[in-house]
């Protein structure tokens, strides 16, 4: 590895997310420095860490702020974003108290006994779907299991009713779109503003008759003045959103990597002791996560031989982390028997870690181990298929059809 290379600005694609392979990309601007400028779009320019020390230390330092409020170019637009999008009075972008506060309100639902006691019933699910397909002998494994799935966990969790998750579903994705154009911004803006609508009434049904649900759990924090009106709809969002899309991605992606690497794919069928290493090795090597996660620069900030100014966005890649030579032996190489040492970082780190993980590799290695275990024959309906990626801004199929042995 060279060092730092400061007269470079790399091509960053607002679609790298959906291209067949971003990950040599990634290396390339680690050739020149484990800390690189980056040109987003035409007329944004940051900075990328693709070192994964330099991703731990950026992901824990909390002289980086979550929240853009303040980078220079932005202030104007972060204003607008203030009082228009509903997502802003989230844990995503609070800082500090508020981000603690904020967090501690729903930790208690993803703690590893309260996800064990919803094994039963991501089995359940699991089963379900897959029942449904049995006798056909071919899938569509994304629209037939990996989206369903999780949205079906969720409801249960947070009180979303199934006449609802459509609804949902069709919404997230304007979400999930990066606001690279005005008509994506438009869409995203709308897509908020129907989501708020489409929780305002459940919100207030749950006031009214609280259920053993996360979402009357909230509504009871709110009674105790812990939570604002605004802050609990964008936690009810925020919180589906994340635990739909991601989950359903990581399955999705898992599912596909295995396929396109058969002698794995046997591994992992005729071994499931291997199945909770299998799921850290699959996020690090396909993880939802491509481009990376954004933190902003209060200060001058110095990282990987590098001193950022400040007002400037930093982006974390996770992806780029995941694959670090320096760390990882092979990393290019997928292996469901890995015992390497650190931990994968496609859930982030330190105290924005992802409070759902727990809920996401449990339902991943329950859906991908019984796809395993009932299909011990599932293969790529054509395994010479350039199959396309779901479009946003994680990294996830759009198809993935398979075929097995039809089974009664």
Request: net charge negative.
């Amino acid at each position: 590895m060279t060092g730092q290379d400061q007269t470079i600005v790399h091509d960053v694609p607002v679609n790298v997310a959906q291209q067949p392979n971003p990950y040599p990309l990634f290396e390339r601007i680690r050739e020149h420095g484990v800390v690189q400028r980056v040109r987003l779009n035409p007329t944004l320019e940051v900075w990328m860490v693709t070192g994964y020390d330099e991703a731990v230390a950026a992901l824990t330092d909390p002289r980086l702020s979550s929240s853009p409020v303040g980078v220079n170019g932005l202030e104007e637009e972060m204003a607008h974003q203030e009082r228009t999008n509903v997502l802003m009075a989230s844990m995503l972008v609070a800082n500090g108290e508020d981000h603690t506060r904020l967090r501690n309100l729903v930790s208690k639902a993803f703690t590893f006994r309260r996800v064990e006691a919803l094994a039963p019933r991501v089995q359940a699910h699991t089963d379900a779907f897959l029942d449904a397909i049995a006798a056909r002998g071919s899938a569509d494994l994304v629209s037939e299991f990996a989206l369903p799935l999780p949205m079906a966990v969720l409801s249960e969790l947070i009180g979303i009713p199934a006449e609802g998750q459509p609804d949902f579903a069709r919404l997230a994705v304007g979400l999930i779109m990066p606001p690279n154009t005005p008509e994506r911004l438009a869409k995203g803006a709308r897509a908020r503003a129907e989501l708020t609508e489409f929780f305002e009434p459940l919100i207030a049904a749950r006031k009214a008759d609280p259920k053993d649900d996360l979402l009357s759990a909230l509504c009871a924090a709110q009674a105790e003045e812990k939570i604002s009106d605004r802050e609990l709809t964008a936690m009810a969002i925020l919180l589906t959103l994340a635990g739909h899309e991601t989950t359903a991605s990581l399955i999705a992606n898992g599912v596909h990597a295995l396929l396109r690497h058969p002698e794995q794919f046997a591994a992992l069928r005729d071994d499931p002791s291997l199945l909770p290493g299998a799921i850290e090795e699959l996020l690090r090597y396909e993880g939802p996560v491509s481009r990376g996660v954004a933190r902003f620069t209060v200060d001058a900030y110095e990282i990987g031989g590098v001193t950022v100014p400040p007002g400037e966005m930093i982006i974390i890649g996770l992806a780029a982390a995941n694959r670090d030579p320096a760390r990882y032996d092979r990393p290019d190489i997928l292996d469901v028997a890995r015992r390497e040492v650190p931990q994968q970082l496609a859930f982030g780190h330190g105290v924005h870690f992802c409070l759902g993980a727990p809920l996401a590799r449990a339902e991943a290695r329950i859906a991908i181990g019984t796809l395993l275990r009932r299909f011990p024959d599932l293969r790529l309906a054509d395994p010479d298929a350039d199959l396309s990626r779901r479009e946003g801004i994680l990294r996830g199929m759009a198809t993935l059809p398979v075929t097995f042995t039809p089974q009664a």
